[in-house]
């Protein structure tokens, strides 16, 4: 919604500033809204969004991280997906498509110091090289999908694509896919899109995870999205996930 960036830091110390030593582990997340920790601070589910209400820090990805001692960095962006954006007029919102801004710095509607546009910056992929990649991507693009399967099988193509996006760029990291926590419908074409790459390419290095759909006796958050306590379980079920596959 926009940007932030840090111009200087000034400490009065003897030894200077030294940076915190790297955590045993790093992961990047690619998500959504639920990712962002959308509307967590606010749990009434017929209220709308506002950054006041947005905690990345009560949010499954930061917490999973922090359980499992690794650093990590989010690319995640409220409403967008794979193929279409959130929409409610079964037209697909194609301005808000992550695998169009997964390359860059990063996506925002300001601008720093009102010059520098984050979507225009290339993004180093050696400046954080991770041990795993997770991604959460699919629910938005089920408001557009439902229960059309020839719309499901083009999400499936479409992250294939996105797959061979994610792996160019981090050649050895494991990837998890994941989605569920809002609703599972599209999982099993997340699932077919994991098969489907691995066939296409050879690259076995891959695998899927269906989270739990959240539960109206955990409560909700703004416009329905996951509560703290929804939050935790998933956390709990990935950081599990996690330790398994990775041995971690």
Known sequence: MSTVGIQEITVDAADGIKPAPPKLHTIEFI???IT?????????????????TEDVTKAYAFLAAQQLQADYSLVS?????????????????????????????????GRLDDTLVLQELAWDFNKLVPDLIVINLGTNDDSYTKEDTGKQAEYAREYVEFLKKVRRNNPHAPILCTLGIMGDRLYPYVEQAVKGYTRETGDSNISAMKFDEQ???????????????????????LTAQIRKLMNW
């Open 77 to 109: 962006y409220s409403g967008y997906g794979i193929i279409t954006g959130y929409t409610e007029n079964d037209q697909k919102l194609t301005t808000h498509l992550l695998p169009d801004y997964y390359e860059k710095v990063g996506k925002s509607e």
């Open 31 to 33: 998500g959504d809204s």
């Open 215 to 237: 539960l109206a006796a955990d409560g909700y958050a703004a416009d329905f999205h996951p509560s703290e306590a929804t939050h935790r379980k998933a956390a709990s079920k």
């Open 36 to 52: 962002c920790g959308y509307g967590v601070d606010d749990e009434h589910e017929l209220h709308s969004f506002s950054t006041a």
